[in-house]
């Protein structure tokens, strides 16, 4: 069966630091992959998809980047962090469009606290 | 760029009672999905129903997609339904899946 990690669970951060949070997929390949930011209390805004190695589309213009090394490994990543990166990010796949169902499968997320 | 939108944002009910939870979209999607965010941050997964009518136990779902709206029906609640509802929606000839901004629950014993 498929599952998806994610790590850290929380973290907290000082602002200006750098940001790595990385998530990886078991038991699938070739999926598309989904990076989502939950403020406090709101809904999810979608980051960032991938649809393969190297193939990153970016939804939201921010001081936020991912990144697709392997074919089931998206990491999201931060040069400088800002107040308003924190968040609970979630990570999340569906099988490529290949004619099976696309039902969406989430990670147990990260809370991200910067300070 | 599409619009889902989800209502009522907030509800109360006492336990036992009934509730529909409705998302409306405003253009043509390839699927649709129910999500319950539980009170430590995970999503589960509810129904993925691009079309048609789903039943499991207490919940249901019904979209019907040519009218642009789901509906999601919870039946005899319980204090362990309360959280937050989403719906997903991935758009026609993207892979962009976008949410809705929710419905919070809240059962009361």
């Known amino acids: 069966s498929q599952t998806i990690h994610q790590w850290p669970a929380t973290l907290v951060q000082p602002v200006g630091s750098p940001l790595s949070l990385e998530c990886t997929v078991e038991g699938t390949s070739n999926p598309n992959l989904y990076w989502y930011r939950q403020a406090a209390g709101r809904g999810l805004q979608l980051l960032f998809y991938s649809v393969g190695i190297g193939q990153i589309s970016s939804e939201v213009p921010q001081n936020l980047s991912a990144s697709r090394p392997q074919d089931r490994q998206f990491i999201l990543s931060s040069k400088k962090l800002l107040l308003s990166d924190s968040g609970f990010y979630l990570c999340?796949?569906?099988?490529?469009?290949?004619?099976?169902?696309?039902?969406?499968?989430f990670g147990p997320g990260t809370r991200l606290t910067v300070t | 760029g599409i619009q889902v939108e989800q209502s009522p944002p907030d509800l109360i009910l006492q336990e036992g009672a009934n509730s529909t939870l409705r998302c409306n979209f405003s253009?043509?999607?390839?699927?649709l999905q129910w999500f319950h965010q539980n009170p430590w941050g995970q999503l589960i997964n509810l129904f993925y129903?691009?079309?048609g009518t789903k039943q499991n136990g207490r919940l249901s779902a019904t979209t019907v997609a040519t009218e642009r709206y789901s509906l999601l029906y919870i039946s005899s609640s319980q204090t362990t339904d309360s959280g937050v509802y989403f719906c997903?929606?991935?758009?026609?000839?993207?892979?962009?899946?976008?949410f809705g901004k929710g419905t919070r629950l809240h059962i009361l014993p």
């Open positions: 999340a796949w569906t099988n490529a469009r290949t004619g099976a169902t696309y039902e969406q499968y």
């Open positions: 129903i691009p079309s």
């Open positions: 997903a929606v991935e758009l026609s000839g993207d892979d962009k899946i976008i």
């Open positions: 253009d043509s999607v390839n699927n």
